[in-house]
C-alpha cells in the first residue's frame, strides 16, 4: 500500500504559479513512477504529467507542456508539480498517483495507476 496526500493547491490570478506536492507513505517510493492528473467540474479525471521511477523521464499533456514541470524527491518521498503561467482553464482539483508497474514508460491511463491521492483544489481566476 502506498498513502498518498496533495497540498499546495489554492486560488490564484491567470499568469500566477502554484507548485503542488504530493507526499508518499508506505512501500518504497522510488519504485514507483508518480503521476499528476486533473479533474475539472462536470469533465473527466485527465492525464497532466508523469514522472518515471529512477530514470527522471517526464511526460507531459499537450495543454501543460512548456508551463508545469513535474519533479520528485526520492529521499523524502515527495513528487511536486510546478505550475507556471496558469490559465483559468487549469482550474480543477488535481490528483496524484502512484504505478509500480512499468514505471519508466510513458502511461497516461488512470487504469494504470494503482494508487491515488484524495486531490487538491486549484482554482484560476481570469
Known amino acids: 500500500q502506498v498513502q498518498l496526500v496533495e497540498s499546495g493547491g489554492g486560488l490564484v490570478q491567470a499568469g500566477g504559479s502554484l507548485r503542488l506536492s504530493c507526499a508518499a507513505a508506505?512501500?518504497?517510493?522510488?519504485?514507483?513512477?508518480m503521476g499528476w492528473f486533473r479533474q475539472a467540474p462536470g469533465k473527466e479525471r485527465e492525464f497532466v504529467a508523469r514522472?518515471?521511477?529512477?530514470?527522471?523521464?517526464?511526460y507531459y499533456a499537450d495543454s501543460v507542456t512548456g508551463r508545469f514541470t513535474i519533479s520528485r524527491d526520492n529521499a523524502n518521498n515527495t513528487v511536486y508539480l510546478q505550475m507556471n503561467s496558469l490559465k483559468p482553464e487549469d482550474t480543477a482539483v488535481y490528483y496524484c498517483?502512484?504505478?509500480?508497474?512499468?514505471?519508466?514508460?510513458?502511461?497516461?491511463?488512470?487504469?494504470?495507476?494503482?494508487?491515488w491521492g484524495q486531490g487538491t483544489q486549484v482554482t484560476v481566476s481570469s
Open positions: 514522472i518515471s521511477s529512477n530514470l527522471r523521464r517526464t
Open positions: 498517483a502512484a504505478d509500480r508497474n512499468n514505471v519508466n514508460s510513458d502511461r497516461r491511463r488512470l487504469s494504470e495507476y494503482d494508487y
Open positions: 508506505g512501500r518504497t517510493f522510488s519504485n514507483y513512477a
